[in-house]
Nanobody, 125 residues
Framework: VQLQASGGGSVQTGGSLKLSCSAS????????IGWFRQAPGKEREFVGA????????FYKDVVKGRFTISRDNAENTAYLQMNELKPEDTAVYYC???????????????????WGRGTQVTVSS
């Protein structure tokens, strides 16, 4: 599965962005999708994930209530809606898929086999 994240940009504190994760090759609908981010000088961190069938969606605590993950299997695309953005949300955002199919996803990066090129999100105060 080849993945590509897009939709990043620069916004002010309190603004919103919607990221997309487009897939090609493989069977997108069989795979959970995880969202991760990496800020300069920091390790990559988990943001949230959606199961293959959207029945399970979970988030890192610091984004709960502000970020929403969804997916459209007919469009081979997953989304990360980010509201109430803060400067600390500034990072390169990545989407990823595990090799294992029909899973709920995971908060651990090492469990994801397929990674897309990231998209930069910059939040200014």
């Amino acid at each position: 599965v080849q993945l590509q994240a897009s939709g990043g940009g620069s916004v002010q504190t309190g603004g919103s962005l919607k990221l997309s994760c487009s897939a090609s090759g493989g069977t997108f609908s069989d795979h959970a999708i995880g969202w991760f981010r990496q800020a300069p000088g920091k390790e990559r961190e988990f943001v949230g994930a959606v199961s293959w069938n959207s029945e399970v969606i979970f988030y890192k605590d610091v984004v709960k209530g502000r970020f929403t993950i969804s997916r459209d299997n007919a469009e081979n695309t997953a989304y990360l809606q980010m509201n109430e953005l803060k400067p600390e949300d500034t990072a390169v955002y990545y989407c990823a898929a595990p090799a294992r199919t029909f899973s709920y996803g995971s908060g651990f990066a090492e469990e994801y086999a397929y990674w897309g090129r990231g998209t930069q999100v910059t939040v200014s105060s």
